[in-house]
């Protein structure tokens, strides 16, 4: 019998895994209320401070909001003196604050932006550690629950780094994804971020035709780079996915920018696409009355934890123990990436499944959220030392 299948039937463990499937109304509730709270990347305030509210009502211990946004709560372990375990989940979406949030439910599905990305997430980390309470399951070493800002798009991860120049590399994290369930995360995808802008000398498309246009300009930009030959393994990508510039449909013109993603599961072979992207920018820079500017902002780092490592077999065995049909493990961007490209033990876990993530009619599937939770539940206490001392 493994650690995972003792936990499971553990006196005081066993009944938090019904209870998630006894409280799955509650847990739903709690994730409509939380996706009801616009949180848009650098605004999510408002989110944070209920979140935060929810923490001192559980009388967690520690309570605070960082400077940033980041809310922290502890739950005090039962006693030991090693680093503590970190369950974060991210508190921002993609989506603007004007946004209409109206849900919709048929069947097993909820359907409403930012639902399970990553409003399931932030109501799964409630539900933990309310379950832990009360049916006191609590662990020799602490746990610290964190709600961070900063996930999405241009936040670069920024919450996340906070939290780990706040515990540092001993800590253990746990990042939840409200989708995803039997999805284990413990590769980290390396992705660098650019605005390339344009500036051109512009005029009317008529008196002035054949003056440098910005866009002109940059489509070409664009077109050499859709050119790039990129590996499947270890799988890269690219992607442009903000186009803006020009005045009018008559006009030649002056200004034009795009976004650029890159991306690689291999920090060289990122670094070399990113090579070839600068020369092809470099080629147009100061030509024919044309200036382009190439500017980072962003750059998640990629990173890895050894296939051997305890947190992994701990989360393939919780996956078995709750029932899981498939497992699949692999890489993307997360919050993990952070205390993985400092050599932390850190995986990411979905809670339950999701479909049209990023899109206003995004949707939950909660059919698998109590297995999901019960995964998490059961990764939280291994890492925590739970029943080592029993």
């Known amino acids: 019998m ?18 998630f499937y006894e409280e799955l109304e509650s847990a739903l509730e709690l994730t409509i209320e939380i996706q009801q ?21 559980m009388a967690l211990a ?14 005090p372990g039962s006693g030991s003196d090693r680093a503590p375990v970190i369950v974060s989940a991210h508190t921002d979406t993609v989506f603007p604050a004007d946004t209409d949030l109206s849900i919709k439910r048929e ?36 746990i610290w629950a964190v709600a ?54 512009g ?20 077109h050499q780079i859709s050119q790039i030959q990129v590996p499947k393994s270890p799988k890269t990508s690219f992607n442009v996915g903000v186009i803006e510039g020009g005045t009018s449909i008559n006009t030649i013109a002056r200004n034009a920018s795009f976004l650029l993603d890159l991306r690689s599961t291999e920090v060289a072979t990122l670094k070399k696409l990113q090579k070839k992207v600068e020369t092809i920018v470099s080629r147009y820079h100061d030509q ?3 200036l382009v500017n190439w500017e980072q902002i962003g750059n998640r780092p990629a990173g890895t934890l050894d296939q051997n490592h305890p947190l992994i077999q701990w989360s393939v065995e919780a996956l078995r123990t709750v029932g899981a049909r498939k497992i699949e493990e ?61």
């Not at 960082?66 to 709560?73: E, F, K, L, P, S």
């Not at 932006?113 to 602490?142: C, K």
Request: hydrophobic letters at 40%; a neutral charge.
């Open 2 to 19: 493994t650690q995972i299948n003792k936990l499971a039937r553990h006196p005081r463990v066993a009944p938090v895994l019904k209870h």
């Open 37 to 57: 709270i616009a949180a848009p990347t650098f605004a999510e305030k408002v989110r944070a401070e209920h979140v935060m509210r929810r923490f001192e009502q």
């Open 62 to 75: 520690d309570v605070s909001m960082d400077h940033i946004g980041n809310v922290y709560g502890r739950l």
């Open 107 to 142: 069947g097993n599905r909820i359907w409403g932006p930012g639902m399970a990305d990553n409003s399931a997430g932030v109501a799964g980390l409630i539900h933990l550690i309310e379950a832990m309470q009360t049916h006191g399951a609590i662990p020799p070493r602490d």
């Open 148 to 201: 961070n800002v900063g996930e999405e798009g241009l936040g670069d991860l920024k919450g996340m780094r906070a939290v780990y120049e706040r515990f540092g590399q001993k800590a253990t994290y746990i990042v939840l994804e409200g989708g995803s369930f039997g999805h284990l995360i413990h590769q980290g995808i390396g992705v660098h971020r650019f605005k390339v802008s344009v500036s051109a000398a």
């Open 203 to 222: 005029g009317h498309s008529w008196a002035d035709f054949g003056q440098s246009s910005a866009i002109h300009t940059l489509g070409s930009i664009i």
């Open 288 to 290: 024919n009355q044309v």
């Open 330 to 390: 692999g890489a993307s961007s997360t919050d993990a990436n952070i205390p993985l490209a400092h050599g932390a033990a850190a995986v990411c876990l979905g809670i339950a499944n999701s479909g049209n993530v990023h899109r206003t009619d995004e949707y939950l599937d909660y059919s698998n959220f109590p297995k999901g939770m019960g995964q998490v539940l059961l990764v939280t206490l291994a890492a925590a030392d739970f029943g080592q001392f029993d």
